[in-house]
């Protein structure tokens, strides 16, 4: 565990943890090798490590039980810090931001606490489609300094049903 998950778990009094965290797909569809996304920042894990996922379905759900940090205006990404202190980042597709929210709903906001699962954005995937320069919607871990291993999925996966990588912290 990283120096600040431990400060962390001991100012919140949360007992160690044992054991791997499941991180479940916010988005239906199937995983990609991180390292094909074609956005630099998060190809060369600059971000964070993680997966990306080829998106279907018309929801991003929340990946962990958590509260939410920061959802783009633009709707098209959030942060979420789970209780064990993993901060991920779900960012769907590659030029979305300049689409200005069209193609986005957020049913979610700042600062709620959610469970994995939850709707917090929608999107329509007819329309997204042809408008930017992937839909490939990668997941990272941002600490990356807190984690010893991080296990990876593959395949297709469902939205709030399926693990997309499992955490030893």
Known sequence: MGFL????????????LTGGIAIYAPVSGDIVAI???PDVVFAEK???????????????????DGT???????????????PQGLELF?????????LRGNGFKRLAEEGQQVKAGEAILSFDLAYLRGKVDSLLTPVVLA??????QLDKAQGSVVAGKDVIFTVQM
């Open 35 to 37: 390292e094909k996304v």
């Open 46 to 64: 600059i971000v964070g490590d993680g997966i990306a996922i080829d998106p279907k379905g018309e929801f991003i759900v929340a990946p962990i």
């Open 90 to 98: 779900v960012h769907f597709g590659v030029g979305t931001v300049e």
């Open 5 to 16: 998950s431990r400060i962390r778990r001991l100012i919140s009094g949360q007992p160690p």
């Open 68 to 82: 939410i940090g920061k959802i783009f205006e633009t709707n098209h990404a959030f942060s979420i810090e789970s």
């Open 143 to 148: 600490n990356m300094e807190d984690v010893k």
